[in-house]
């Protein structure tokens, strides 16, 4: 094989590698765990910075499987990240119109909380909007509620 073709080959492998991450990227999402802390309009202030149109045109339909694939890797972050994925599975078990894409540990006007932002939208159309949720840590009530988009 000459080097020409070897490099060709070579380039071919990495562009095939970095197209399978790309097409992998809208499953997984960010997990945040240091000690930040916010006052809530700070924390809407990230959900706005963090709003993503990476799931702009993807069918609704196609959410619960996303969905399932985000909580998966969020439970691989270690044991607070795997306790707020159970905290989603049961607060939302019918809710599979939304995706998560970013979770935060961290306190929001003194309060220990989960900060998640996800993609979300209506019944029949795409995952164009992001919202953010923030959950108070000891008792996973819902202590902020925000649509970003």
Excluded: H
């Excluded at 073709?5 to 240091?34: F, M």
């Excluded at 795409?126 to 108070?136: D, G, H, M, P």
């Amino acid at each position: 094989m000459s080097p020409l073709s070897k490099r060709i080959a070579l380039i071919l492998v990495l562009l095939a590698a970095a197209l399978l991450v790309a097409g992998c990227a809208k499953d997984t999402i960010t997990w945040v765990d240091e000690g930040a802390s916010y006052t809530v309009p700070e924390a809407e202030d990230l959900a706005q910075q963090l709003a993503s149109d990476a799931f702009a045109d993807t069918p609704v339909s196609e959410s619960d499987d996303l969905r399932q694939g985000a909580l998966a890797d969020l439970r691989g972050f270690g044991a607070d990240a795997s306790e707020l994925a159970d905290l989603l599975t049961r607060s939302f078990a019918q809710d599979v119109r939304s995706v998560p894409y970013y979770a935060e540990l961290a306190e929001i006007d003194g309060v220990k909380a989960w900060l998640v932002v996800e993609s979300w939208g209506p019944s029949d159309g795409t995952l164009r909007s992001t919202r953010l949720w923030a959950f108070e840590r000891a008792t996973g009530d819902v202590i902020l509620a925000a649509t970003v988009n």
